[in-house]
């Protein structure tokens, strides 16, 4: 018992220390996922189809010169109706999606960490020591959130009826004017709960950034056992951590169900 | 000359064609109903002209302009087509009210927004802002509905809904202004409500093109009477004429069933 508490100030201060770095790469990541997510949302919600138009117009003057020649008028077949429908810039943001959803997190960590080193001439472009990990753990989740954000986005804005932008286009306001103030409020109602999931498991997913050494909470817990501040062989420093996130994530859970009550004045 | 003349509106769905060769004018003041069964092109017909829907043929002229010509693509350009839609007000069957809003923000966001252009916004913000608050007030006040300006539409009945709605494309002083069936969507208690404001306004000479399926509402309310069936005008002419007396086999076809009902 004496031991425990001559190691309890030592190990709540690491702790402490450690969830600091927990928090900042939180916010970081908040801060620049959230409007990347938008903007994502709306590259993979893009109509540009840039071919539709020449091969209608190609259709339009080949049945012309046929009505002329008294032939019969032909439709768009398949590949016409592909190119038609060709949508680069939609299907450009999909695939970046797709393929950030569709492999880990961690390895996302390692390759934006390890690789550009590889690669470039210059050696590593990540400033040396901490503050380089630091940077390429928040730009990996940010682009990671950012994905995961986009889909609830674009879920939450065509969750939004069609009705209420076409209000907003018969009463002479703009896109932009529409999107601000009559389909955003909407949206942001429509996911909150969606969102407070991902933002809750954003916390502990920065966890995974340990991979890189970045030290946060759970670096710091487990360095006790290897031994760190003239302590080693404690493994419940490792378990404690587990506090930080549930106090952490019981105060975000409070703020979800304020904001969700706050919404709740229209349907 | 009148204030809106259509001239051989055309547009295909795909290779659906939902509206041919409709051609009809309407003079200042006077209260056009349109009928005809679902999936005549009704509803089509008032989307096109509030520019949610974009003809493939034909022009759309408003006090004697062209507004829209399918051939000249300098009449399609986005930036103006927002200018253009302001001749006309369009009342959704569905209210389409911004739920976030009240009663009052409703009717006076579009005009607040608008004003935010005038070169002048700045300096006199305030008083701006409170010629169309009043404004507003006045115009739900007209609808019987000054007790509710500060409701949200989830708070008001559908009757009270429509009729902020109503109030919302008149803040805006539309040339014309449109209905979508409004009152498909209410129970025969509500659209009473509704019904009665759409008469004042006729007899306050407001121009107004109704889509409807009351056949009384529309031979007592309005001037002129299209009946429409897939896509084109079947019969156009006074009111009374052509719900009373219809010159058509089709028309008279499709007025027998509500005869009956």
Known sequence: MDKFLEALPVVVNALNEGFLQTLKLFA???VGALPLGLLIAF?????LAPLARPVHWWFRRRNQKAAQAQQPERSPGRIARALIAFQPIRLLFRLVVWVIRGTPLMLQLLIIFYIPGYVLDGGSPWPSGDPGRFLAAAVAFIINYA???SVIYRGGIEGVPVGQQEAGQVLGMTKGQIFRHVTLLQMIKRIVPPMSNEIITLVKDTSLARIISFQEVIWAGYAFLKGSHGISGLIWPLFFTGLY???????LTLL????EKK????Q | MPVLDVQHIEKHFGSTRVLEDISFSLDQGQALAIIGSSGSGKTTLLRCLNFLEKPDQGTIAVNGSVIFDAADPDTQKESEVRKKRL?????FQSFNLFPQYTALKNVTLAKELLAQERPDFKQNKKQILDEIEAEGRTLLEKMGLSERANHYPSQLSGGQQQRVAIARALALHPDILCFDEPTSALDPELTGEVLKVIRSLAEQKTTMIIVTHEMAFARDVADQVIFMDGGVIVEQGPARDVI?????ERTRQFLSRYAQG
């Open chain 1, 263 to 266: 919404l709740s004045y229209f």
């Open chain 2, 244 to 248: 009373e007396r219809p010159k058509e």
């Open chain 1, 256 to 259: 979800f169900g304020w904001v």
């Open chain 2, 87 to 91: 001749h006309f007000g369009l009342v």
């Open chain 1, 28 to 30: 970081v990541t908040l």
């Open chain 1, 147 to 149: 994905c995961y954000f």
């Open chain 1, 43 to 47: 590259g993979s919600m893009s109509r």
């Open chain 1, 245 to 251: 996130f549930l106090v952490f994530n019981g105060l």
